[in-house]
Each structure stands twice: as structure tokens, then as C-alpha cells.
């Protein structure tokens, strides 16, 4: 079983910057992906961003702005966020994947508005 905990949302102006922590516990061995996904309202889950041993990859819509990286001493994967915008408002989803099964955190809300 894999534990993640999400942290560092909040409430932004447009233009500003946060960033998200997910901090992994358990049995990690064999975790080969890990993840943001984000969900706004009426609206489904999208994949932010990925990190894999391969390297990392996002969507169109947060390419230049959005950074994923991971700390594998400290078990944590992270989201820099910056120049956000109002469309970034969502629940954002730490997920990872583990030989085959996937683990999910209980999300944490950002919110960006003046």
C-alpha cells in the first residue's frame, strides 16, 4: 500500500505562483510513475503532469509554466506552479502507480482569483 499526502494549496491572484508537495509513504518499491492531476468543477480529472523514470511530460495547457520534479531522499514529488491563471482553479491530485495499481491523495484545492 502506498499513502500520498498532498500539501501547499491555496488562494493566488492571477500571475502568482505556488507550490505543491506530495509526500509518498509505505511500501514504495516499484512505483514507476508518479503524477498531478487536477479537477475543476463540472468538469472530469485531467493529468497535469508526469514524471517517470524517462523523464516528464504535460499538458498543453501548463507547458512553460508548470514544473514536476521529485525528491526520491524525502519520498516527495512537487508542483511549481507559476504565472497561474483562473483556469488553473481545481483540486489537484497527487497519483502514483505501482506495478499495476493506482494510488491517489486526497487533493488539495487551489484557487486563483484577485
Known amino acids: 500500500q502506498v499513502q500520498l499526502v498532498e500539501s501547499g494549496g491555496g488562494l493566488v491572484q492571477p500571475g502568482g505562483s505556488l507550490r505543491l508537495s506530495c509526500a509518498a509513504s509505505g511500501r514504495l518499491f516499484g512505483i514507476n510513475t508518479m503524477a498531478w492531476y487536477r479537477q475543476a468543477p463540472g468538469k472530469e480529472r485531467e493529468l497535469v503532469a508526469a514524471?517517470?523514470?524517462?523523464?516528464?511530460n504535460y499538458a498543453d495547457s501548463v507547458k512553460g509554466r508548470f514544473t514536476i520534479s521529485r525528491d526520491n531522499a524525502k519520498n516527495t514529488v512537487y508542483l511549481q506552479m507559476n504565472s497561474l491563471k483562473p483556469e488553473d482553479t481545481a483540486v489537484y491530485y497527487c497519483?502514483?502507480?505501482?506495478?499495476?495499481?493506482?494510488?491517489w491523495g486526497q487533493g488539495t484545492q487551489v484557487t486563483v482569483s484577485s
Open positions: 514524471i517517470t523514470g524517462g523523464g516528464t
Open positions: 497519483y502514483a502507480r505501482q506495478l499495476g495499481t493506482n494510488y
